[in-house]
C-alpha cells in the first residue's frame, strides 16, 4: 500500500522541479545559484543540487530573467499550500506576484493606501519629492492579501456586528473596499551585499510607511553560503525571518563541507529562529 505523502512536502518536491527547470542549471559544474569565484560555494551548491533532482548543463540565464521565474515558483508554492490552510486561518485570501507595477503595489491595500496620495503630491511637487527620495515606493515581489468580509460572514455563528459598532476596521466589507496586506515576501535568488541590503530597506519602509497593522515581512532564498545567509538572517526587527528553498540539504551540504565556522553559523541562525526551510513558511503565516 502507498503512503500518501503530506502536501506541504508535494509541494515542496514541486517547487524543487519548478526551480530546476526554469531557474537553476548548471555549467561546466558550477550551478548558477553558486559564486563562481569561491569554491565553497559551488561545493555546497552542487551538493544541495545532487540531493533535490536532476541538473540542466546549459547557460545560466540572465539575473533578472531568474528572478523573475524564481518569483513565479515562489509564488506557486504559496498558492499550493497556503490556501490549503483556511481551516488554520479563514478568510478570503489572494496570493500574487507585483513584479515591476509599483503603480499598483501595496498602495492598493488598507495600510498603504496613503502612498497613492502621495505618490501624486510628489509628482507635483519637486520639492517634497525631493525631501522624501523614493523610500515611500515599496513594490514586494510576492504579496498575500486578506479581502474584507461581509457582516454575514462575520455574524454566521453570532450577531457580532452592526451599524451602531466596528465602524473603522477594516475587515468589515462595509468599512473598506480595500485588502489588507497580509504578508510580503521578499525572493532574493542568491545573496549579495546589495541584496541583502535591499531586503532590509524594503522590511523598514513596510513598517514605517504603515497605517495599522504590520504584515508578515519574510526573505525566500536559494543562497548556499551561510556568511551570506547571516548577513540578512542575524540581527532583529526588520524581517520576521528567512526561509531557504531548501534547508536540511543545505545542512547536509555544509556538514559534508567541514567548516566548523559555517556549521556554527548555521546553528545559530536556525536555533535562534531566524532562518527556516521554504516548507515551515506557509503555516508560519497561518500564524
Not at 505523502?5 to 527547470?21: C, G, I, M, T, Y
Not at 490552510?85 to 498602495?107: E, M, N, S, T, Y
Not at 496613503?114 to 504579496?143: E, F, Q, R, W
Amino acid at each position: 500500500m502507498k503512503i500518501q505523502e503530506p502536501l506541504v512536502l508535494v509541494a515542496r518536491k514541486q517547487f524543487h522541479a519548478d526551480l530546476l527547470s526554469t531557474v537553476i542549471s548548471v555549467k561546466n559544474g558550477i550551478p548558477s545559484i553558486a559564486d563562481n569565484n569561491n569554491g565553497a560555494s559551488i561545493r555546497i551548491s552542487n551538493f544541495i543540487l545532487q540531493q533535490i533532482g536532476l541538473l540542466r548543463e546549459v547557460n545560466k540565464q540572465a539575473a533578472q530573467t531568474a528572478g523573475d521565474n524564481f518569483e513565479k515558483s515562489c509564488c506557486t508554492f504559496l498558492r499550493n499550500t497556503f490556501l490549503n490552510l483556511k481551516h488554520l486561518r479563514p478568510g478570503q485570501w489572494d496570493i500574487h506576484r507585483i513584479g515591476r507595477r509599483a503603480d499598483a503595489g501595496i498602495a492598493s491595500c488598507d495600510q498603504y493606501s496613503h502612498l497613492k496620495d502621495l505618490a501624486t503630491l510628489c509628482k507635483s511637487n519637486p520639492t517634497l519629492a525631493a525631501t522624501l527620495g523614493m523610500d515611500y515606493i515599496i513594490s514586494p515581489d510576492v504579496v498575500i492579501l486578506r479581502h474584507p468580509e461581509p457582516d454575514n460572514t462575520i455574524n454566521q455563528n453570532a450577531l457580532l456586528v452592526d451599524s451602531q459598532v466596528s465602524k473603522l476596521t477594516p475587515l468589515r466589507e462595509t468599512n473598506s473596499s480595500l485588502s489588507i496586506l497580509h504578508a510580503s515576501v521578499s525572493c532574493k535568488l542568491t545573496l549579495r551585499s546589495d541584496r541583502a541590503q535591499n531586503a532590509r530597506s524594503e522590511a523598514l519602509n513596510l513598517i514605517k510607511n504603515r497605517k495599522g497593522q504590520a504584515p508578515h515581512i519574510v526573505v525566500v532564498t536559494a543562497e548556499p553560503l551561510p556568511s551570506r545567509l547571516a548577513s540578512l538572517a542575524m540581527g532583529t526587527g526588520e524581517i520576521d525571518c528567512v526561509y531557504h528553498f531548501a534547508l536540511p540539504e543545505l545542512q547536509a551540504a555544509i556538514d559534508q563541507e567541514s567548516n566548523e565556522d559555517s556549521k556554527e553559523s548555521l546553528r545559530i541562525m536556525i536555533e535562534g529562529k531566524r532562518l527556516r526551510d521554504i516548507a515551515d513558511l506557509p503555516l508560519d503565516l497561518a500564524t
